[in-house]
């Protein structure tokens, strides 16, 4: 019985490596099919931090896809002055997600 459960233990292990494979290769094919690097260091969206100062910081270590702070999506429409005091970018800061 030892050895039954052991083959059966390690089929369901070659299993799971097969479908994480699978899953790879289909993350993989999505990601150049759009654009974007095949290893991704994703700077995660935070409060009163993901401004572009802290982003370009981010992306001279590594970072390959930002998210700028929180936008209000309102004022981001009505107002030019919100837009050009809260949403700040450069051409290096790409890929970038804007929030809203």
């Given at each position: 019985?030892?050895?039954?459960?052991?083959?059966?233990?390690?089929?369901?292990?070659?299993?799971?490596?097969?479908?994480?494979?699978?899953?790879?290769?289909?993350?993989?094919?999505?990601?150049?099919?759009?654009?974007?690097?095949?290893?991704?260091?994703?700077?995660?969206?935070?409060?009163?931090?993901?401004?572009?100062?802290f982003r370009m910081l981010c992306?001279k270590y590594g970072a390959t896809?930002?998210?700028?702070?929180?936008?209000?999506?309102?004022?981001?429409?009505?107002?030019?002055?919100?837009?050009?005091?809260?949403?700040?970018?450069?051409?290096?800061?790409?890929?970038?997600?804007?929030?809203?």
């Amino acid at each position: 019985h030892r050895f039954g459960r052991k083959a059966g233990r390690q089929a369901g292990k070659l299993a799971q490596e097969e479908a994480t494979a699978m899953q790879q290769a289909k993350s993989a094919a999505l990601a150049r099919a759009i654009g974007l690097p095949l290893r991704e260091m994703v700077v995660a969206p935070m409060v009163d931090a993901s401004e572009l100062p802290f982003r370009m910081l981010c992306r001279k270590y590594g970072a390959t896809l930002c998210y700028t702070p929180m936008l209000h999506s309102r004022l981001f429409a009505q107002i030019p002055e919100y837009r050009a005091k809260k949403f700040r970018t450069c051409p290096e800061d790409r890929p970038l997600f804007a929030q809203f």
